[in-house]
């Protein structure tokens, strides 16, 4: 490891807030001190870019004995799929895997009256360190063995929170029981319908081949469902170590190994093609990181879970890709129709193409 993972000012930092996505700050401001009373003066407010959904704040005060550093939550505007950008859900998954899974953020509110900023929010502690996007921070240089090292103690994580033991959650209730999968080809396909646009293609082929190859569910765990090095948060004194895990919107009881498809739809290695290459959002091009089959080898052979890797698998690869496609779209939905000005959202219609023709290369693999 290279002596600059040990110098300050790599920890992950907000930047200006986009335009038409301010908050109100006197309300919010008024808001958290009903539930901070300590804190004085008004809070510096930054935004986050990296994600692509909810809209991500710090709020950061410095007034007072100790003053304060909080993240807010919240939906961002427009037309919203059903059952997505739940900020209540969202608080209360977080609220209750915290006693048994430590990396979730501590909670400090939900606020559900839409009248303080537009719409409903949470709010919680922030946790300084280091989120790997795209690419390291600059001057963060680890060796191969360190990056393989940080690579397995992300994977760790995703193994320790589908070991978590769900009766002593209480989130019993969270999803719907047996069936997972079949819930979720039927509920992606018809997402994806109705969010398409006339430059997208029709993935017919695709939600067909996955409804016919459909397994029954390996097990009915918490599972995160947006699993990303983007969502985790690394120690600035050891970016090895997991201190932080983010973005809890789509967690639920499911199956693990649907949770894992989904990650590596995030999934670029170094040898991938410039297409697959122009996708990447998080650093498992580096050298030391697993490539994919080699990811699936380790969480299996982690979990116990016991799979043909060139047939069975190949079912969990395509949903996490066809799911991400289905992620693209309706974000593209929001920006097609104007109920989003951020422009990077401008060419997400050509990831969803891009990621047609990779799932079928896929399935012509799988078949033999």
């Known amino acids: 490891m290279s002596d600059n993972t040990k110098n300050k000012g790599i920890e992950d930092q907000g930047g200006r807030v986009r335009a038409g996505e301010e908050l109100n700050t006197a309300g919010v401001d008024a808001w ?45 505007a427009g037309t919203k799929a059903k059952g997505a950008h739940d900020m209540g859900r969202e ?16 909670m400090i509110g939900l606020c559900e009256d839409e009248a303080v900023t537009g719409s409903e ?39 320790e929170l589908h070991q978590v033991d769900v009766k002593a959650t209480g989130l019993d209730s969270l999803g719907k029981g047996s069936g997972y999968c079949q819930r979720q080809i039927e509920g992606w396909s018809q997402r994806y319908t109705k969010a398409k646009t006339w430059n997208v293609p029709s993935y017919q082929y ?31 004194n050891d970016p090895t170590k997991v201190i932080g895990v983010l973005d809890w919107e789509m967690a639920t009881l499911g199956d693990p190994l649907m949770d894992l498809g989904n990650a590596l739809a995030y999934w670029i290695q170094a040898d991938d093609n410039k297409l697959m290459m122009a996708t990447r959002r998080q650093p498992t091009h580096l050298p030391g990181m697993l490539r994919r089959e080699e990811v699936v080898d380790y969480y299996l052979d982690k979990t116990g879970y016991r799979l043909d890797r060139q047939w069975d698998w190949a079912f969990y690869e395509v949903y ?40 079928k290369g896929l399935i012509k693999r799988a078949r033999g």
């Open 121 to 159: 929010f949470y709010v919680m502690e922030r946790i300084a360190g280091i989120i790997p996007r795209k690419n390291m921070p600059r001057g963060l240089n680890l060796d191969a063995a360190t990056t393989r090292k940080l690579c397995t103690n992300v994977l760790d994580k995703l193994v």
């Open 32 to 76: 958290l001190k009903g539930h901070v009373p300590s804190l004085q003066g008004q809070p510096e407010i930054t935004q986050f870019s990296g994600g692509a959904s909810n809209w991500t704040y710090r709020l950061k005060y410095t007034g007072g004995e100790h003053g304060g550093d909080f993240i807010l939550r919240r939906p961002p």
């Open 206 to 236: 695709v939600m067909a081949w996955l409804k016919e190859r459909t397994p029954q569910d390996v097990a009915n765990v918490v599972i995160h469902n947006d699993w990303r090095f983007d969502n985790v948060i690394l120690a600035e």
């Open 91 to 106: 608080y209360r998954v977080q609220q209750a895997l915290k006693p048994v899974y430590p990396v979730v953020p501590a």
């Open 320 to 359: 996490g890709l066809f799911r991400l496609a289905v992620i693209a779209q309706q974000i593209y939905y929001r920006y097609h129709h104007k109920q989003t000005r951020n422009p990077a959202f401008k060419n997400f219609w050509i990831i969803v193409n891009y990621l047609d023709w990779r799932c």
